[in-house]
């Protein structure tokens, strides 16, 4: 602005003594005008210019706001996705020691599973092996047994069988008792000599005698029922073991069990007589069927 003004100035004072002034003047005037139009049209050129590169440095910063902004979003989501993994880290770390823990327990669970197994392998052969022994034992009780009472004795009188852990006679009541009564024949003595002699051989074995009758009502002046009947027979039998064969009273049991359990139906003659019976149970005594069961006792 201050260079215009100057020019307008120089043009007026020009104008006003170019009637006055010597060509020499006036030429050095032109060319002081022409000089200062050159100048004036230098400064332009650097103006435009100035502005031309401030425009550009604003363009720069412009951009160069707009990208550290952008960096600045980039930051903050690499930030986040930072934290996220963070987090999922920490709860793949959590799920691990979790698996870590159920593991462990699983695996412990399958020792004591295995374990538990082996115990009950262990278990099994213990019974196998005493029930084996139980079996060969009473085996060679029953053939004994049959071997001392084969001679005199009908076979519809006395029945032997081996019933799990225990053998069983079973003796009918025409060859033990009177008729109607619980009074022991001179028959049935001899043959439960037979049986003590066998009972004797092993002291380890309890013997329960079990008295059993028809449905057919009795009752007389000794008798009450058919349980007093039952129970007076089987008390008779335990008696003449113990009195006359010298058992120990020990190990004797009698019970009676009337008309109850029956082997047959009741509505025939033979079906009461098979009913009437008394039955010799030979049975290993508690401590000695826990000692079958010793791990002890187990073959190798």
Sequence with gaps: MKLTIQLCLVLMVGLLVSSCVSKKQFLQVQTDLEKAQADLSKCDKDLGDYMNRLGQCEERSKAKDNTVKLREEQMADLRAQLADAKNLRDKQLTQVGDLTVLSQSANDNIKETLSQLERKDKYINLLQAAKTKADSINLALAVNLKGALKDGIDDDDVNIKVDKTVVMINLSDKMLYTSGSST???????????????IKERPGF??????????????????????????????????????????NPNRLIAAGRGEFNALAENDTPEGRSTNRRTRIIIMPQLDQFYDLLNPNSVPK
């Design 206 to 247: 309890d013997v329960m005698v079990e008295g059993y009758t028809d449905n057919v009502p009795m009752k007389n002046d000794c008798i009450t029922d058919n349980w007093d009947l039952s129970v007076k027979r089987a008390t008779s039998v335990v008696r003449v073991l113990q009195t006359n064969h010298g058992i």
């Design 184 to 198: 022991i024949t001179s028959r049935a003595n001899e043959v439960l000599g037979k049986i003590a002699t066998i």
